[in-house]
């Protein structure tokens, strides 16, 4: 990552980047990058043959700290599905609001200029009350 620069930004974009290049090989069609609405977001909506998925991109640099999906807490994770059910309700989402719907983290951890990944599918399964 070298030329880069080090901010939070660049890092995150990075790590969304390599992540739409994991779901594109696993099949998936990235359907959204950072959809927003209001103060809510989104980093990657995709589709594949399993359903939409509403996928969380963690990026960290290699340190001591907590594996980067344990920050998707309780309140973030309620952000999100507040945020997929808005888009599920747009006209590009209303084609998708028959189908399995996911929420996934992929983790993206840089180790100089190394990366390594994990894909956690169904991280969370929203409760409805």
Request: neutral net charge.
């Amino acid at each position: 990552m070298e030329g880069e620069g080090n901010s939070r930004q660049t890092l995150g974009k990075r790590g969304e980047d390599i992540a739409c290049e994991m779901l594109r090989g696993m099949g998936h069609t990235i359907l959204e990058r950072n959809w927003r609405i209001g103060h809510l977001e989104i980093d990657i909506i995709s589709f594949d043959p399993d359903g939409i998925h509403f996928v969380e991109v963690k990026t960290r640099r290699q340190s001591i700290q907590a594996p980067p999906q344990e920050s998707v807490d309780r309140a973030k994770q309620s952000r999100i599905i507040k945020a997929a059910r808005s888009f599920l309700r747009t006209s590009k989402g209303l084609p998708y609001g028959n189908h399995e719907c996911h929420f996934d983290i992929m983790a993206i951890t840089f180790k100089g200029d190394t990366w390594t990944h994990e894909w956690f599918p169904q991280a969370y399964i929203p409760i409805y009350l």
